[in-house]
């Protein structure tokens, strides 16, 4: 069974310039979910999809956005790059959404975005 | 609105010794309590998680929680500190949205980041 994998692992952009980071979720989820973790502190959740649907976003700004695939992987896209949005980003993947059931997230090995 | 306070960014412990990390929770509904794991350069691996039934849950690697409500705690122990238990320990919870069902969303503390010394 493969994990999350995510790429790239690191990455150097400059700030205005625009990235996108791919994940691919575990065999059988149809979940990902995208969390930032800047240096030092925990990590903050961005936005979750569900079967292809954005279900739920965190405190973000629109220059964040997602995509996820018929296959269940998915991108997440920054513009307008800020120095601030250096952190590692990870991909969480789980088997879905259903009313009293707690499906854990398994998490990718995160891509490491430096903004310069 | 959720969150995770975790007390004591840096635990340090004697390899053999009880190692204990500290979370507290706020949740406006009954929560679901996770505790990860991170290794340097690594992602997050689950150890635990507590969504209702038995309040003492065991994990992986010898940790084992407690849920208690009346405390609003998940604290992670463990008897028998090893070295490869150097790392960083995250608390988490997520609840259900209003209409029940999960949402999925992880609110994370801060993080502890505990220490094994021979």
């Known amino acids: 069974e493969t994990g999350v994998t995510q790429s790239p692992t690191h990455l150097i952009k400059t700030r205005g310039q625009q990235v996108t980071l791919r994940c691919s979720s575990q065999s059988g989820h149809n979940t990902v979910s995208w969390y930032q973790q800047a240096l030092g502190q925990g990590p903050q959740f961005i936005f979750q999809?569900?079967?292809?649907?954005?279900?739920g976003r965190g405190n973000f700004p629109p220059r964040f956005s997602g995509l996820q695939f018929p296959n269940y992987s998915s991108e997440l896209n920054v513009n307008a790059l800020e120095l601030d949005d250096s952190a590692l980003y990870l991909c969480?993947?789980?088997?879905?959404?259903?009313?009293?059931?707690?499906?854990?997230?398994?998490f990718g090995p995160g891509t490491r975005l430096t903004v310069t | 609105a959720q969150s995770v306070t975790q007390l004591g960014s840096h635990v340090s412990v004697s390899e053999g010794a009880l190692v204990l990390l500290r979370c507290n929770y706020s949740?406006?509904?009954?929560?679901?309590l996770f505790w990860y794991v991170q290794y340097p350069n690594q992602g997050l691996q689950l150890l635990l998680k507590?969504?209702?039934?038995?309040?003492l849950v065991k994990g992986i690697n010898g940790f084992e929680a407690e849920f208690k409500k009346s405390e609003t705690s998940f604290h992670l122990t463990k008897p028998s500190a090893h070295m490869s238990d150097a790392a960083e320990y995250f608390c988490?919870?997520?609840?259900?949205?209003?209409?029940?069902?999960?949402?999925?969303?992880?609110?994370f503390g801060q993080g502890t980041i505990l220490t094994v010394h021979p």
């Open positions: 507590y969504t209702t039934g038995a309040t």
């Open positions: 988490a919870v997520s609840s259900s949205n209003a209409g029940g069902t999960s949402y999925g969303k992880l609110t």
């Open positions: 969480a993947s789980s088997l879905g959404l259903l009313a009293g059931i707690s499906y854990e997230q398994y």
């Open positions: 949740s406006s509904v009954p929560p679901y």
């Open positions: 999809y569900y079967r292809e649907e954005e279900n």
